[in-house]
Each structure stands twice: as structure tokens, then as C-alpha cells.
């Protein structure tokens, strides 16, 4: 592998061109079809066969044209007379009723629209309660649970839906519209907030946090390479793989559903690890040089020996994003795909389109010099530098350093015992939003569950005609009777009166363990309310979706898990020629895993240090992050081990290995971690709650992997093993491909004199 990538490194080096022209025509290629083919994206998170799925379906059955609860588009307007006042009268009810005469001239709103003031509303919906017959305190109960209007007059909502397909159809005109009129509401006196499906935005985020990342990475980049236009080479090959990745991702929404939180990932991953392998084989070119004056003999070793890390770094990435499709989760795929392809592409980019432009600038690369870098020597001639140190230090006492480490990270992963998954809601949006605060209003004047319904859909085409009323009777008492629920009713059945839906309040939010206990003991019971009604039932809603995904996740961690570690622990085998360094790997990377849960768990979930509102972390924040942090920590496993193998490999002992690898790729490493955790950090600052605990959590996984795992309890491990940290079995060496990832094939005279010159990063030229 050394071999062709060399070749192919000098090749982009010498036909410069070429390569650049090459790139430029794809960006523009598929920036067209992104263009003109693109569309809308979707936070579409079913999943087909889970049991609300399933209940949705016979819904669709028994009352064809039923709108998915995804594709649902409604507003709720919550309206609010100041403290002991009420809308249902007076000036306030007059204010209200501006506001209902304005709904039909918003935008996007269907010409029949029909709305009305919450007392009129409320007082229709018991009127028709007891024209149907119902019994008097059964039909006040009922109307109670649904009204649209609080018990003491002051608090009213009004719904109405919006004339689109989808949410993500919405236009942000309308949502301000809608703002505008709550504004005009406020002015009359009332408090005035909206939520829905109506109100999420969908518009990209701003570029703040990239322009963040970027800047932090810059200066690191200037103070690891001590070069202007060096520093700025990373930053330009990532932007444009990131903008040729973004570009494919917006392109795929002509075929398939991408959720609208996949860009902002695939832009931090991509941003992240983009910027991390143009820095490797950068890194590599500038020590090369060091040894010969042929530029493209160097970037050729530079890109066959770094560029051989990238690869297998890379594809250790690529197989944990693209495994998420083992899973089966549709939403969760196309997250992981589009993902990967962003490696896939950064990847690409490093191993081409940075020579070529290493080609392009010739002795210039390194042009812009602010410092210079004269590294100290120790009593052979060997560099002496903080790597060597640091390694040094954990040599002294090896078995300190491991307790050390597996006792501060036990410690930070102890909150996870408590993480609670959930998905975003307007309940648990930020504080200062109007969506947060119409869903306080909701809960604080009708009950936190009046936004978690839950829909029981009852099938009776076996049930004999005559029976089926008291069949639907018969379900809706049953589900009423189940503990955390404060009202369930009929509210439909369809026109051949073969299907019924309950409507079931909880008496939790959407959010809460209550609410996800009161579905499993709807499913629970569900096998004998058929048996003694005949009928079939199931239940759905937006409420038991998410609880169905949350579970399913669950379900899926031990899955993907297994496939990803098996197939990376066979790829680092053929990397290390090792069994035991791969146990190392995955033993670390699991530490960093728990503690990264425990820290965010902490943070997001439980509020700690009053950095965020406490809130359910969201579903697929796990396993995705799983997936990407395996990636990220073997990445700094092949950057770091690699180099001490290639010591190893070329006669050291494995102690004295362990501080070559860290005086040659120690500086390179702790500046990749940094620029990935500069990144990532600068996620946080974003509205969207996905998006800010992801970037918490990887920007904390970098942290911890990089520094405390890959640089202090790997150097630890490798020192207590010796020689034994290399083994592997010989049938197995033998059936395993040999891949020269040291670059061993390779002419590199300077490695057969006696004292091998400097691989460091920064130093002047």
C-alpha cells in the first residue's frame, strides 16, 4: 500500500494541474445536481415493523388518508390573560377574537380553515358530547380533557393546520407571520407564545460555529507549523471537502430522506477529520524535507507512509458511520452514510488534492515563516522534546498511570447509570423560545400530558355490527383504567364503523418515564382487551413513536457494536500485526466511551454547573456517537502506534520504541486532537439541541481519547506488555494480508545511517 500511495502522492505532486482541475470540475458538478435536484430534508425518525408503526398502518386501513404523525404541519397559539383575568370576556376576549380572524389570512393556510375563540370551541365540543347521548358527567369529563379552554377561563389554544405536506415544506415567511401575530397579541395585553410541528425551523444554521472551529484551527495550525500559507493548506483542502460533501448530501435528497441534523453532522465530522489528515501527511512532507531536497520524493514518502495511516484511520471511521446501516433504522442510515461519504472525501482529499497543491506552490509551502523551531537535543543527538518527556514520565511508573486513568474515567462515567433517552420536543426546547414557553403555558393550564396523546386504534371488522359500539366503549374504559392516564376516549370512527381511535391523555409529559410506562402497560394488556372484545387494537401516536425508536436503538447498540469492533479489530491486526494492541484499542476506547456518556449525561441531562437546561438526551445521540468516537479514537490509535511499530520495526525495543513514537508523532497527535476538539466545541453554540450535545460529546471524547487513553494509558500498557505487546499467533500472521503501512519498501536512505534526523512538525527550514 506504501508503495501506491507514494506513487500516487508524486504523481498529484508532479501533474498538479491536473489533479486541482479534476476537483474543481466534481465540486462543480455536484453542486449542480445539489442545485437543481435537491429536496427538502425531513425529521422523519420511524422505523418500519415497530409496533406504533404497525398500529399506524391499521390506521391508514380502517380510515384511508390518514396523515402521518411526521408529516403532520400544525400550529397551537397559546393565549393568556394576565393574573386573575380571563379571554372569555371583555377586552381580552376581544383581542383573542383578532387573532382568530387573522389565522385564515396567514400564509399556508388552507382557504376552509376552521378556527374559532377556545370558549366558543369548548362550549361546541360539550354540546356535542351530549347530543350524542353520552351520559351528562361522562360528556363534562370528556370535553374537560380536550378543552381548548383552561378551567379558569384565562388560558385558551387554538390549532389549526397549515396547507403543506410536510413540515420541512414550511416556509420561514409563514413562521413569521405567525410570530408577527403573537406579537400583536402582546401588545393587546395578552401573553401570547405558539409550538407545533408548524413552528421548527429548518433553516441552516448560521456559520458560526465553523467559522469557531476554523479560526481555533488556524492558530494551532501557525503555532504547530510556524507558517502562514502551511497553516492555511488543512484549512482550504477541509472547506472544500466539506463543501463537496454538503453539496452530495443535499444532492441525495433526491433519492432518499435526510433528516435536516445530517449536514450540521457531516460539516463537524468532516471539518474535524479533514483538517486532522492534511495535518498528518503535511506533517510528514515537512520532515522529509529535513532529508532531502527532492520535494516530490517527499511528499511521495510523506503520502506512502502517512498517507498510509490516513487510509486505515479513515477506514476505521468509515466503518463505524457505514455499520449504522446494519441496524436497520432508516433515518439512522442515511446519517451514517452521509457521514462516512464526508470521510470518505476527506480522505481523498488529503491523499490528492493536497500534494497537488503542495505541487502547485513548490518551495513556497512553507512560505510566511512567523518562527522558528530549534529543537533540543539530549546527550546522543536525539531530539528532546515534550513527547519524549511525557512518555518518559508515564515509563516511570506505568502501573500508577493505568490506575489512574481507569479510576478518573470509572469516576466521570457514574452518571450514565441515569441516562434517560428521549426525542426533542417543544417541552424540552430552550427556555427563551416561544415553542418552550407556549408548552409551559400548555402544562402549567391543562397538564403536562395534554402534548403526549397517544392514539389506541381499535379494529373491530370481526366484531358483529351490533356489538362494536359497546367494543369501543370497552377499550376506551380499559385504557382509562391504566395507571398515569387522566382521560381516554372515542374520538373518531370511521364511516363503515369498523374502527375506532382512543384518544389517551397521559397525566405525564412526552418527555417523562411516566409517559413510557403508561405505553407499556397499554401493550401489556393489550393481548386480553382483544380476547374479551374481539377486536384488534394497537397503539400510535408521536408519543409511542419515539418511545418505540428509543427502544429500538437500545435494542440495536449490541449489534452495531459487535460488528464495528469485529471488523475494526481485524483491520488493526493487519495494521499492528498484534492481537494484544488491538485489546489496548478497544479496551481504551470503550473507558472513553462511558466517561464521554457520563460527562454528557451530567451536563445536558441533569444540568450540571448550570451549563445547559437539564434535558433527556436524544435517542440516537448514542449510538451515533459510538460510531463516530470509535472512528476518532482509532484515528489517534494508527497516528501514534504506527510510528512506534515503525521504530519497533526497524530493531528498537518496544520501551524505547514507545518514546521514539512519541518524539516523532506526539506534537502532530496533541495538535490534531485540538483543532477536532476546537471544532467540535464550536457546535455547542448552536440553537439546535441534536447539534449542541453532539458537539459536547465529541468535543469531550477527543479530549479524553486523545490525551488520557491514546497518550497515557496506551504508552502505559505498551510498556508494561514489552515484547509481548506484539503478538500475534503464526497461523494467524500468516493468513492476514501484509500491508506495509511503515512505508518499509520505500527508499528512504536516512533511516540506514546511525542517527535518524528529527520527524517533528514546526521545525524551520
Known amino acids: 500500500m506504501a508503495t501506491l500511495l507514494s506513487r500516487l502522492g508524486a504523481t498529484a505532486f508532479r501533474r498538479w494541474p491536473l489533479f486541482i482541475a479534476v476537483w474543481i470540475v466534481l465540486l462543480a458538478a455536484v453542486g449542480t445536481v445539489a442545485a437543481t435536484m435537491s429536496k427538502p430534508m425531513t425529521d422523519n425518525f420511524s422505523i418500519p415493523g415497530i409496533p406504533s408503526e404497525q398500529a399506524a398502518d391499521l390506521q391508514a386501513q380502517l380510515f384511508p388518508g390518514t396523515t402521518s404523525a411526521f408529516d ?96 420541512a415544506d414550511i416556509e420561514p415567511a409563514t413562521q413569521d407571520a405567525v410570530k408577527d401575530l403573537l406579537a400583536e397579541a402582546r401588545d393587546a395585553g395578552l401573553t401570547a407564545e405558539a409550538n407545533g410541528s408548524g413552528m421548527t425551523a429548518f433553516a441552516p444554521p448560521g456559520a458560526a460555529s ?133 470521510v470518505f472525501v476527506a480522505v481523498l482529499v488529503a491523499l490528492t488534492l493536497l500534494p497537488a497543491l503542495l505541487g502547485m506552490l513548490g518551495g513556497k509551502a512553507f512560505g510566511g515563516s512567523v518562527r522558528k523551531y530549534r529543537p533540543k537535543r539530549d546527550e546522543d543527538g536525539h531530539i528532546l522534546n515534550n513527547g519524549v518527556r511525557w512518555a518518559r514520565t508515564v515509563g516511570r511508573a506505568p502501573v500508577v498511570a493505568v490506575v489512574a486513568v481507569v479510576i478518573a474515567l470509572g469516576a466521570l462515567a457514574v452518571p450514565m447509570t441515569g441516562l434517560h433517552l428521549a426525542f426533542p420536543t417543544d417541552s424540552t426546547a430552550a427556555s427563551d423560545t416561544t415553542q418552550r414557553q407556549a408548552s409551559d403555558l400548555i402544562a402549567e393550564s391543562f397538564g403536562p400530558g395534554r402534548e403526549a396523546p397517544m392514539l389506541v386504534v381499535v379494529d373491530a371488522r370481526d366484531v358483529t355490527e351490533d356489538d362494536r359500539g359497546a367494543a369501543f366503549g370497552e377499550v376506551a374504559a380499559w385504557a382509562g383504567e391504566q395507571d398515569g392516564v387522566t382521560n381516554a376516549q372515542v374520538v373518531g370512527t370511521n364511516e363503515e364503523g369498523t374502527g375506532a381511535t382512543v384518544l389517551v391523555t397521559p397525566a405525564a409529559g412526552p418527555d417523562d418515564t411516566e409517559t413510557e410506562a403508561l405505553l407499556a402497560d397499554l401493550r401489556d394488556g393489550q393481548s386480553g382487551i382483544e380476547s374479551d372484545t374481539g377486536t384488534t387494537i394497537g397503539v400510535t401516536g408521536l408519543t409511542a413513536i419515539t418511545v418505540d425508536v428509543s427502544e429500538r436503538l437500545s435494542d440495536a447498540l449490541p449489534v452495531y457494536l459487535a460488528v464495528v469492533v469485529g471488523l475494526a479489530f481485524i483491520l ?47 435517542s440516537f445521540m448514542p449510538i451515533f456517537l ?140
Do not use: C
Not at 390573560?81 to 379571554?87: H, K, L
Not at 466511551?593 to 450540571?608: P, R
Open 72 to 167: 403532520e404541519s400544525s400550529v397551537t397559539i397559546v393565549l393568556a390573560a394576565p393574573e386573575g383575568e380571563n379571554i372569555v370576556q371583555g377586552e381580552y376576549r376581544a383581542a383573542v377574537d383578532d387573532v382568530v380572524s387573522a389565522i385564515p389570512d396567514l400564509p399556508q393556510v388552507a382557504d376552509d380553515v376552521q378556527v374559532a375563540h377556545p370558549a366558543d370551541a369548548a362550549q361546541a365540543q360539550l354540546d356535542a358530547l351530549l347530543e350524542s347521548g353520552q351520559d351528562p358527567q361522562a360528556a363534562f369529563e370528556d370535553a374537560a380533557a380536550l378543552a381548548p379552554l383552561s378551567e379558569d377561563g384565562r388560558v385558551g389554544t387554538i390549532t389549526f393546520e397549515l396547507d403543506v405536506e410536510t413540515p
Open 572 to 618: 488493526l491486526m493487519i495494521v499492528f500485526r498484534s492481537v494484544i494492541v488491538p485489546l489496548t484499542a478497544t479496551f481504551g476506547f470503550l473507558l472513553t466511551v462511558l466517561a464521554t456518556l457520563g460527562a454528557t449525561v451530567a451536563v445536558f441531562q441533569e444540568g450540571a454547573f448550570g451549563w445547559m437546561e437539564g434535558q433527556p438526551i436524544v
Open 210 to 342: 465553523e467559522a469557531i472551529g476554523i479560526g481555533v484551527a488556524l492558530m494551532v495550525l501557525v503555532l504547530t507549523f510556524g507558517s502562514l500559507v502551511a497553516s492555511g493548506l488543512p484549512i482550504l483542502t477541509a472547506v472544500l471537502g466539506v463543501g463537496l460533501s454538503i453539496a452530495g448530501v443535499t444532492a441525495l435528497t433526491s433519492v432518499m430522506d435526510i433528516g435536516s441534523s445530517t449536514p450540521m453532522l457531516a460539516t463537524m465530522i468532516g471539518l474535524a477529520v479533514g483538517i486532522d489528515y492534511a495535518l498528518f501527511i503535511l506533517a510528514r512532507y515537512r520532515a522529509e524535507l529535513h532529508h532531502t531536497d527532492d520535494r516530490r520524493a517527499a511528499i511521495g514518502i510523506a503520502v506512502g507512509t502517512a498517507g498510509s495511516a490516513v487510509v486505515f484511520a479513515g477506514l476505521t471511521v468509515l466503518i463505524a458511520l457505514a455499520a449504522l446501516s446494519v441496524v436497520g433504522i432508516p433515518f439512522l442510515t442515511s446519517m451514517g452514510i452521509a457521514a462516512a461519504a464526508t
Open 626 to 765: 459510538i460510531g463516530v468516537v470509535f472512528g476518532l479514537a482509532m484515528d489517534y490509535q494508527v497516528f501514534l502506534v504506527t510510528r512506534i511499530r515503525e521504530a519497533h520495526v526497524h530493531g528498537m525495543s518496544t520501551r524505547d520504541a514507545v518514546v521514539d513514537g512519541f518524539r516523532n508523532s506526539a506534537r502532530v497527535v496533541a495538535a490534531a486532537a485540538a483543532i477536532m476538539i476546537s471544532v467540535f466545541a464550536a457546535f455547542i453554540l448552536q440553537d439546535e439541541p441534536i447539534i449542541r450535545s453532539m458537539g459536547f460529546a465529541l468535543a469531550v471524547a477527543v479530549a479524553i481519547d486523545a490525551f488520557v487513553v491514546r497518550m497515557t494509558l496506551i504508552p502505559a500498557l505498551m510498556y508494561l506488555l514489552g515484547e509481548k505487546a506484539w503478538w500475534m499467533p503464526r497461523w494467524l500472521d500468516r493468513i492476514l494480508p501484509e500491508v506495509d503501512v511503515e512505508g518499509e519498501k520505500l527508499d528512504r536512505p536516512h533511516l540506514r545511517q546511525p542517527d535518524r534526523e528529527d520527524e517533528l512538525v514546526g521545525a524551520g527550514r
